[in-house]
């Protein structure tokens, strides 16, 4: 591709991968480069086909709140590169409802593990399961915090499909104010030549730090309320907006219209227009974007397998290349 | 009139150039009165803030984790370690780039509020400083 780089060296060796902030540009192309040799005709695979890399090692899935996709694609990655998986999926199938410590279960479960996988409902869990496991870490979703895998395979959808990550102006839209893709996105993206374009409610904006960080490297295109605002893009980014976040459900339905994109709202954007989306989407991206040429956003689910494969092969694998 | 430089130290620290109204915040941070006289003074003339307060105490000599403490009071406070009636050191406190077990998250749902860890906070950016939760990544003013 386009990008000039790759590290010789694997810079995720036998890491925790905590939080999108702890990666820079050569880590983050070094990932994505290894996760194009994880993809076969589009599909998720070892290479060579049948191999399995990691054949012995075991991945602990350690899930204190739900999640379907994160779990089963962590699940699927290491399966496909042959290792096996244990864990739960809800804080009640923990020791926790004993009364046991986060740090205890984790010192606990590395012990069975070579790795683990957390989510947690507490920000800064995957930071302390850091500290105390042992094994690598990889946080699959810390509260309103930190997602990194989220990231990657977001980054590896639009540089896949674009070709580049330098010189895109890449627009988001929906809740930019706690929608931790958003953030996680955003701030993975001022790595690269971009200009990043906000669309949201005057309540939703970017939180101020993050606005200003931005601002500051001069990536900041426009910060508009309604998407016929917003410019030329070639990338739109869109959230959720959770009704949670509305004090006054009548605020909550004013918006839920005005931040939902149509057919015919994409269609101004021509042909070329990438739509992404971390899902699961309810009304926000209505079914008929679905046959538009750049809707990625069920792509981008599959492509979580892929970079997790990269990903858990990388911090298994040695320091090399 | 008493000025506070009247009650000369033998031995002990002089909390020196705290921004006016921290000084019992002072107190408060280093558990005083624990030991020894301690002499403060609130809103004293001072030739390079205009007003100050100060803390004096006979016979305590800091800690480093007290002076980080202290550090996040203001700018360029100064501790004199006094002996022998001498002001034998001279330190301009500055907040350190990481400060482990000092502040407490404000965000109720950060992991150091629910487990029994250390906080770590890192600095940011010149005075006034913010300070961002290694754990939870929220950036805060620290005081």
New interface residues.
């Given amino acids: 591709m386009a990008d000039a780089h790759a590290p010789a060296k694997n810079p995720f060796h036998g890491r925790s991968v905590v939080s999108a902030d702890d990666f820079g540009r050569d880590d983050v192309l070094y990932l994505l480069d290894a996760a194009r040799a994880f993809e076969r005709h589009g599909l998720p695979a070892a290479h060579p086909p049948h191999a399995e890399p990691q054949r012995g090692r075991v991945l602990g899935l350690l899930f204190f709140e739900p999640s379907t996709r994160t779990r089963l694609s962590f699940e699927s990655a290491m399966l496909r590169l042959g290792g096996s998986c244990l864990g739960f999926a809800d804080a009640k199938m923990s020791s926790t409802v004993k009364g046991e410590t986060l740090a205890d279960t984790i010192r606990v479960t590395a012990s069975y593990c070579d790795a683990v996988v957390l989510r947690h409902p507490m920000e800064g869990a995957a930071r302390l399961a850091a500290q105390v496991a042992g094994i690598p870490v990889i946080n699959g979703g810390d509260g309103s915090n930190q997602h990194p895998t989220q990231t990657f395979l977001d980054l590896y959808t639009i540089r896949k499909a674009t070709g580049r990550l330098d010189g895109l102006k890449i627009g988001f839209m929906g809740d930019l104010r706690y929608g931790r893709t958003v953030h996680s996105l955003a701030s993975m993206l001022l790595h690269f030549d971009v200009e990043l374009r906000f669309v949201g409610p005057e309540s939703l904006r970017l939180p101020e730090e993050l606005r200003e960080t931005i601002r500051r490297a001069g990536r900041l295109g426009a910060e508009v309320q309604t998407l016929e605002d917003v410019g030329p893009v070639d990338v739109l980014y869109v959230t959720r907006i959770q009704k949670e976040r509305f004090p006054d459900p009548l605020d909550y339905e004013k918006v839920k219209s005005a931040y939902r994109i149509d057919r015919a709202a994409v269609d101004r954007f021509g042909p070329a227009l990438k739509i992404l989306h971390p899902l699961p989407r309810v009304n926000e991206v209505d079914p008929d974007v679905d046959t538009h040429p750049g809707a990625l956003y069920f792509e981008q689910a599959r492509n979580g397998v892929t970079v997790r494969m990269a990903l858990l092969d990388r911090i298994f694998s040695g320091a090399g290349p | 009139v008493t000025r506070p430089n009247d009650f000369r130290l033998q031995q002990g620290t002089v909390v020196d150039h705290l921004p006016v109204g921290t000084a019992v915040r002072a107190l408060e941070l280093l558990g005083l009165p624990r030991q020894g006289p301690v002499t403060v003074g609130i809103n004293v003339p001072s030739a390079r803030m205009g007003r100050k307060d100060i803390v004096r105490v006979e016979g305590l000599v800091l800690r480093k984790e007290e002076l980080d403490r202290l550090a996040l009071l203001g700018n360029q406070i100064t501790v004199n370690i006094v002996r022998g009636g001498e002001v034998a050191q001279k330190v301009v406190l500055e907040v350190p780039p990481r400060l482990v077990g000092i502040l407490r ?1 404000p ?1 109720p ?4 509020n ?4 250390p906080t770590i906070f890192d600095r940011q950016g010149a005075y006034p400083h913010r300070f961002k ?7 805060t003013a620290g005081s």
């Fill in positions: 998250c965000n749902t950060c992991v150091t629910h487990e029994r860890v939760c290694l754990f939870c990544e929220r950036v």
